[in-house]
């Protein structure tokens, strides 16, 4: 299984963006598909996560702010952030749970104040 997150880039505080992750193979039924980021000097953080089923959860920082969704259809998962701060800034990393743990590259997101 492959990865390819895109959309990363530099924002003033208060901006948008919509990160996405192409995934190489249907994700149909697959339950754990993630955002995380990491941050220098800091530890690797679950950001969102969506089921299946569409169920999602996230963070207490970035509630209200990100939405994660997925279209099937096209094998691709997306995470749109609105409200953009500086301390979202990060490398942001999708992640998909199918029988073992995938990563796509990372893509960085830069927010300035």
């Known amino acids: 299984v492959q990865l390819q997150a895109s959309g990363g880039g530099l924002v003033q505080a208060g901006g948008s963006l919509r990160l996405s992750c192409a995934v190489s193979?249907?994700?149909?039924?697959?339950?754990?598909i993630s955002w995380y980021r990491q941050a220098p000097g800091k530890q690797r953080e679950l950001v969102a996560t969506?089921?299946?089923?569409?169920?999602?959860n996230y963070v207490d920082s970035v509630k209200g702010r990100f939405t994660i969704s997925r279209d099937n259809a096209k094998n691709t998962v997306y995470l749109d952030m609105s409200n953009l701060k500086p301390e979202d800034t990060a490398v942001y990393y999708c992640?998909?749970?199918?029988?073992?743990?995938?990563w796509g590259q990372g893509t960085q997101v830069t927010v300035s104040s």
């Open positions: 992640n998909v749970l199918f029988f073992k743990n995938y």
């Open positions: 193979r249907s994700i149909i039924g697959i339950d754990g």
């Open positions: 969506i089921k299946s089923r569409g169920i999602t």
